[in-house]
């Protein structure tokens, strides 16, 4: 077993716009209309979109690589790119997806050691990230690394406005 992560650049735009509708799709179309997850898919992950956030300086996305293919993606944000006002003593975990083929390889686990450490080298206090309420199996493995809930937000699947818990770790 071989893994590596790399980080994404402008040229990995479109690799990296397949992989999230990919992901996106896979994690959540049984549980949203049709409809609206067309209207988030097309909202969240264009290429304008796409281009604006690999461009900022404050977001970095990574490749994950499970025997030289790629399994999933990370999303962090640090300073004014977090999507919520946390504070520069926090970095978040905008997206973490592994597709469901590589899931149950401790890839999550994986990514999610790889977003504290760069917490760690960054001198940040705190990691936190949302989780859609229902997300069961998420936020059992959230607090299986260490993350408790300490608030929560909307967030728009379309029109339908759904509730994500804001899920924290402090590090020390």
């Given at each position: 077993m071989k893994i590596d992560v790399k980080q994404c650049k402008l040229?990995?735009?479109?690799?990296?716009?397949?992989?999230?509708?990919?992901?996106?799709?896979?994690?959540?179309?049984?549980?949203?209309?049709?409809?609206?997850?067309?209207?988030?898919?097309?909202?969240?992950?264009?290429?304008?979109?796409?281009?604006?956030?690999?461009?900022?300086?404050f977001s970095k996305f990574f490749f994950l690589y499970y025997n030289n293919e790629i399994a999933g993606f990370l999303k962090i944000n640090i300073n004014e790119a977090q999507s919520e006002k946390m504070g520069n003593d926090s970095l978040e975990i905008e997206r973490i997806y592994i597709k469901s083929s590589f899931q149950k390889h401790g890839l999550g686990?994986?990514?999610l050691n790889k977003a504290v450490d760069i917490a760690t080298e960054l001198q940040?206090?705190?990691?936190?990230?949302?989780?859609?309420?229902?997300?069961?199996?998420a936020i059992a493995f959230y607090k299986r690394m260490g993350?408790?809930?300490?608030?929560?937000?909307?967030?728009?699947?379309?029109?339908d406005e759904q509730t994500d818990y804001i899920m924290t770790k402090t590090l020390s």
């Open positions: 040229a990995d735009l479109q690799q990296l716009q397949e992989i999230s509708i990919e992901t996106f799709n896979e994690t959540f179309k049984d549980q949203n209309t049709p409809e609206n997850m067309q209207a988030y898919l097309e909202k969240a992950f264009n290429k304008e979109q796409f281009e604006k956030e690999i461009s900022n300086p686990k994986y990514l940040k206090n705190k990691i936190w990230l949302g989780v859609w309420e229902n997300n069961e199996n993350f408790v809930q300490t608030g929560a937000h909307s967030f728009f699947m379309g029109d």
